[in-house]
């Protein structure tokens, strides 16, 4: 750029490190106001694995017409949400064994790796059956975490408490991209029993909406890649004063070189 003026090297400059609204929005191609366009919802069945943390009650009421949980760490009156701490979760949930088992009180052992909640929730409620009258059994994943990293505005590993997930929803968690992130392009890192699977979405094609990662499962991690340009605006402020620095120095030179040839 030498062959440049400064201010015009200043101006490019800037353009560069500029970014459109294009790039700074969701699911762009999406119908004009008035469309419809319906996406099918294929919520993945999620399968109990080796340390999961798992939320169950078994209640029923007593001959007073009291309620209790047979299953409570505080007598069967409820006490306080254990499940609101994950240290909570940690003491008073019931962890998925190496062997897939669960170990419940009076119950025994059960195992219910490999079921989906609504089938372990068949299995216990079965179990209990044998051991008290008209019980109804609830099943919840507790341990249902999630982690977001890179350019969002709040990275971390946060857990979720509804059944299910979105990634959009899991970057909203974290804040949103920040002005560096890509939104055409960030990661979905899956374990499964075979390894680890990898996903690529666009939060700008409306496509992401039927994409098998789609719908985040326990133990994923979502990854927003930096803009290419992210190097450059952190930069910018040292181009900037070198720039200026050199055209200061510039503009001295030639005011006491013409100082001197007159």
């Keep these: 750029m030498k062959n440049f003026p400064p201010i015009i090297t200043m101006v490019l400059l800037l353009g560069i490190s500029c970014t459109t609204q294009q790039k700074l929005t969701y699911l762009n191609n999406l119908p004009e106001t008035g469309e419809q366009e319906t996406f ?113 505005r709040v990275p971390g590993t946060y857990i979720n408490y509804n059944n299910y997930l979105t990634v959009i929803e899991a970057i909203g968690r974290a804040g949103g991209i920040n002005d560096f992130g890509r939104r055409d392009k960030l990661l979905v890192i899956r374990p499964v029993s075979s390894g680890t699977k990898i996903y690529t979405l666009n939060l700008q094609d409306k496509s992401i909406l039927t994409s098998e990662a789609y719908f985040l499962l326990p133990n994923d991690v979502v990854i927003v890649e930096p803009e290419s340009k992210k190097i450059f605006n952190l930069n910018l402020p040292t181009f900037t004063f070198i720039i200026t620095t050199a055209t200061s120095l510039l503009t001295s030179t030639l005011l006491l070189i013409n100082y001197f040839v007159k």
């Design 40 to 152: 099918p919802i294929e919520i993945p069945d999620y399968k109990i694995q080796h340390r999961d943390i798992l939320y169950i009650t078994v209640k029923a009421m007593t001959p007073d017409g009291t309620i209790v949980d047979f299953l409570s760490p505080y007598g069967g009156t409820g006490g306080i949400n254990y499940a609101q701490t994950e240290a909570g979760q940690y003491m008073y949930g019931y962890n998925v064994e190496r062997t897939g088992n669960i170990l419940l009180p009076v119950i025994g052992s059960i195992k219910v790796a490999g079921s989906t909640l609504e089938e372990a929730r068949a299995i216990i409620q079965n179990a209990s059956d044998k051991h008290f009258n008209n019980a109804t059994v609830e099943c919840k994943l507790l341990s249902f975490k999630f982690t977001v990293m890179g350019e969002v």
